[in-house]
């Protein structure tokens, strides 16, 4: 490189820096807080006879068995109810209708239009 590229980078390299240091320096930066976590259940208060006919009502499964085999009976998706049509498969199929000649629908020709040639 020449001298005078080398002079120019360096007056560049000086004046960048001087105008650096004239700069404000940053505030602190902007960190939004998380949210807090809700206790819906915060303040709430239960008798001790309403606690004890909630904890009757939840079934525990005997020891050593895994699952609640009763469990499928409070947890599974409904069926299809018995209204409305079932599988299409076992309808019969439709035969092929036969028009009469005396009913089949004939659309006149329209009048003539003397709009355009």
Do not use: C
Request: positive net charge; without cysteine; proline residues 17%.
């Amino acid at each position: 490189m020449s001298d005078e590229l080398v002079k120019r980078i360096a007056t560049l390299e000086t004046e960048l820096a001087d105008l650096k240091a004239q700069l404000p320096k940053p505030e602190k930066p902007f960190v939004p807080t998380p949210m807090p976590k809700i206790d819906y259940t915060e303040n709430f208060r239960l008798p001790p006879d309403a606690a004890q006919a909630m904890a009757r009502v939840v079934h525990d499964p005997p020891k050593g068995q895994k699952t609640d085999m009763g469990a499928w009976a409070r947890n599974r998706m409904g069926e299809p109810g018995g209204f409305g049509p079932g599988p299409s498969d076992k309808w019969p199929k439709p035969e092929p209708t036969k028009v009469r000649k005396e009913e089949k629908l004939e659309v006149p020709p329209p009048p003539k239009s003397y709009w355009s040639k």
